[in-house]
């Protein structure tokens, strides 16, 4: 299921191991007997919200759901998430009446006909054989799936189910081989995918990318079919570029979040990852994850030369929000990757333990 290991010697002579999961453990502790692949409890974690969105009724059938105007199908949506949220447990679907997550996956349905699922807006008709800037069509496309033991501690060890395509083209992407999908697909993200799935040790399941927003409805449909038993909460691991409307979405269906804020600065997005409005997009989208009172953990990769341009903004925009849920994941394992060349000064270097410290 996985694609390939990425390993480095850095110019000190130490080993890096990029994304290491439990096949890489002997490695590791052959390096320093001590590793340990660190966890902590996920905050807030009672059982998988999804299961209770799949189960809750939307006051509409199925019929219904497919002749409903989009504005009608928001303000069912708006009246039934308050009904799980402020009565505490949703009311049970009647057989004749499709679920609330049925009502999500028409939604996301809709975002695709004119595809908004991230920031560039692109309008392409991906439900009718439309690809967009991402790459995609109507079908996810994993990339691999593997138990990740790098990630943070309130979501590690995470069994990671890694999509392709993605709306930014940052120049410096360190998942570069994940942007474009391949013309002949290995594996897409369908109902067989739960049999062949790594579990043994994992203690959340993460969509990654690329970027899971643009899969949106592959992944709301993948998750319709989950075991009855399934326990593990799910992560959502963007990049900081998704709609407010897919945040919406995904309200009653992630039990935790993790962000990047990769540019505070909208010069340095627009030259570095054809991203318009970055800064604004991601302070809108993360502060709509807040609301749902689920873990927000904010990645900020720290670019060499960018600490006043981007993670200084980034980093005070995050303190303006002042919420208990949010959490910030400093990562200093930036490497100049993809399209950086010599021209691109500092990012062609990696950042100097002054300025991880710095941020």
């Known amino acids: ?39 902590s409890a996920l905050p807030g974690f009672v059982s998988p919200r999804f299961l209770e969105t799949r189960q809750t009724g939307c006051g509409m059938s199925p019929k219904d759901l497919k002749n409903c105007e989009t504005d009608r199908l928001w303000k069912q949506h708006e009246k039934y998430m308050k009904r799980i949220k402020f009565a505490g447990a949703g009311k049970v679907k009647r057989p004749e009446e499709a679920s ?10 809709k975002l695709m006909e004119k595809c908004r699922l991230c920031g560039r807006r692109c309008g392409v008709n991906r439900l ?24 943070e ?22 998942q570069w081989d ?14 067989a995918l739960w049999e062949s799935l790594d579990l043994k040790e994992a203690k959340t399941l993460s969509f990654i990318g690329g970027n899971p927003d643009e899969s949106l409805l592959p992944v709301l449909l993948f998750l319709a079919s989950a075991p009855e038993n399934w326990t593990l909460p799910l992560i959502w691991n ?4 998704g709609t407010v409307d897919v945040v919406r979405i995904l309200d009653g269906i992630v039990d935790a979040y993790v962000p990047d804020f990769k540019f505070g ?17 991601a302070v809108t989208s993360i502060s709509g994850m807040l609301l749902q009172g689920v873990p927000v953990i904010v990645r900020i990769l720290v670019l060499p030369g960018h600490v006043a341009c981007c993670h200084r903004p980034a980093i005070e925009a995050l303190a303006s929000m002042n919420n208990e849920w949010l959490l910030m994941s400093v990562r200093g394992q930036y490497f100049p990757d993809w399209k950086i060349t010599e021209a691109d000064g500092p990012l062609y270097g990696r950042p100097g333990p002054e300025e991880v410290n710095a941020v």
């Open 1 to 39: 299921a996985r694609r390939h290991t990425k390993i480095r010697i850095r110019e000190d002579g130490c080993l890096e191991i990029l994304d290491p999961g439990y096949d890489q453990l002997p490695l590791l502790r052959s390096i320093d007997p001590d590793f340990q692949v660190k966890a």
């Open 100 to 109: 609330l997550l049925e009502l999500k996956i028409e939604l996301a349905a």
């Open 128 to 151: 009718g054989g439309e690809k967009g800037i991402c790459g995609l069509g109507a079908r996810g496309i994993v990339g691999e799936h593997f138990i990740h033991i790098g990630e």
């Open 153 to 174: 501690p309130p979501v590690n060890p995470s069994a990671i189910i890694s999509l392709y395509g993605c709306g930014l083209r940052c120049r410096s992407c360190q």
């Open 178 to 191: 994940l942007l474009s999908p391949p013309a002949q697909a290995e594996e897409y993200l369908e109902p």
């Open 238 to 241: 963007c990049n900081g570029y």
């Open 265 to 281: 600065n909208g010069t340095c997005a627009d030259s570095l990852a054809s991203a318009p409005n970055y800064p604004a997009y």
